[in-house]
């Protein structure tokens, strides 16, 4: 078969709708939006649409919208933007199983003088709410950073809750949506964040545009210093064919969801319960009952995740170890540690994540193959036959 693609939450394809939309906007249509002459202020009026139809697939209103290049700059300006506002006395309430792009900015932070704490999941990966509750807790400037459902396993955090309780302690709340966006829906007027993350090349939009939801009335600190653009709050000239596919990507995500919660589902589990039943000491990892529909993170014992993958893309088969962001990491994922996975599984995590574009057929050939790569690497791993663990792991 061709290239079997299941690492859909690393990245998608760009919808063939999507790169129509795009192509007048490198051709005939290349004018800066930002100019005082005609040719450039016809592509405004294409941005001014693309801005209300984004801030209707979030249900926001097109003023709160702020256009980025990705994600991890929008949690950036959000971390970052919101904490110079709070001042050093800022307490960062965020969790062990973030994504890097918040993490990172939380942890640097701590070493700026603000205090962080990282919240604890249990073994399903799901928040630990008692603690969120504690931590919340005490006076003083507090902003929440909490992901509405995890890139690696795909569980879903209950944001709505989240935000109320933080709404409640007077805290700002930021939340990163990266991977739900088309897969689950987004409505910020009933769930009360104050920011909100997204990039469009985890719903078949290209790489490099992303979404910066900023509640009105929030208080930032500019992140992106430059010209006028995104009414001063992010100075750069706007990415134009860009907008206008991310744009087609939220009515194709919002006409697409119904699929995503079926079909997309369907195979998920299809491959889940196969490779269940055929690899022996397999495991999934996550709340079977708060994942994503797309996405099934599964542990086999006794050998590396990174040798599944070398061997299942000769076969042409794309998973993922955990993010991409952490590639090339010795460390196994932090999001599988936090979980308490055993470590006889914990370097054996494979990310699958599924898209719209997946077949039955590809389910299937990932079905014929992998059982036999792990039986494979097993019989070449010296603790699945039986010999005993070093004492120091």
Not at 169 to 184: F, S
Not at 345 to 352: D, E, L, P, Q
Request: hydrophobic share 40%; charged share 20%; aromatic share 6%.
């Amino acid at each position: 078969m061709d290239t079997i693609y299941f690492d859909n939450n690393a990245t998608t394809r760009v919808a063939p709708e999507v790169r129509d939309a795009m192509m007048p906007f490198f051709d005939e249509l290349y004018g800066n939006p930002s100019s005082m002459h005609a040719f450039g202020g016809q592509v405004a009026k294409y941005v001014k649409r693309a801005r209300e139809e984004i801030a209707a697939f979030i249900h926001a209103d097109p003023s709160e919208i702020i256009f980025t290049s990705c994600a991890t700059e929008s949690d950036n300006m959000a971390i970052h933007g919101c904490a110079e506002v709070l001042g050093p006395q800022a307490r960062i309430i965020t969790t062990r199983v973030e994504h890097p792009a918040v993490l990172g900015p939380c942890r640097r932070l701590k070493d700026m003088g603000c205090r962080e704490i990282e919240l604890p999941v249990d073994g399903g990966g799901n928040l630990d709410m008692d603690a969120f509750r504690e931590a919340l807790k005490g006076d003083g400037p507090k902003l929440v950073s909490i992901m509405w459902a995890n890139n690696e396993t795909g569980v879903v955090f209950p944001i709505a809750e989240i935000a109320a309780l933080a709404k409640e302690a007077g805290a700002v709340v930021h939340t990163d949506a990266v991977q739900v966006a088309g897969k689950i829906p987004v409505d910020v007027s009933k769930v009360p964040v104050d920011m909100l993350s997204m990039s469009g090349h985890k719903f078949h939009a290209p790489k490099g545009i992303g979404i910066f939801y900023l509640r009105r009335g929030t208080r930032l600190k500019t992140f992106m210093l430059g010209g006028h653009q995104e009414s001063g709050r992010r100075g750069g000239t706007e990415n134009v064919p860009y907008i206008v596919g991310l744009a087609k990507a939220c009515e194709l995500a919002t006409a697409n969801m119904a699929r995503e919660a079926t079909q997309v589902r369907a195979l998920r589990d299809k491959l889940e319960q196969g490779l269940l039943a055929t690899c022996p000491d397999a495991r999934v990892n996550g709340d079977p009952a708060h994942r994503l529909p797309n996405t099934s993170n599964m542990s086999f014992e006794y050998i590396e995740g990174e040798a599944i993958i070398y061997h299942m893309s000769d076969l042409g088969i794309c998973a993922s170890t955990g993010s991409a962001c952490a590639a090339g990491s010795l460390e196994p994922s932090h999001v599988i540690r936090a979980m308490g996975v055993p470590f006889t599984a914990v370097h054996g995590s494979i990310r699958f994540s599924l898209s719209r574009y997946n077949t039955e057929a590809e389910v299937d050939y990932v079905l014929e193959h992998m059982p036999k790569v792990v039986k494979k690497l097993r019989a070449l791993s010296p603790f699945s036959r039986g010999d005993t663990l070093p004492v120091n792991l």
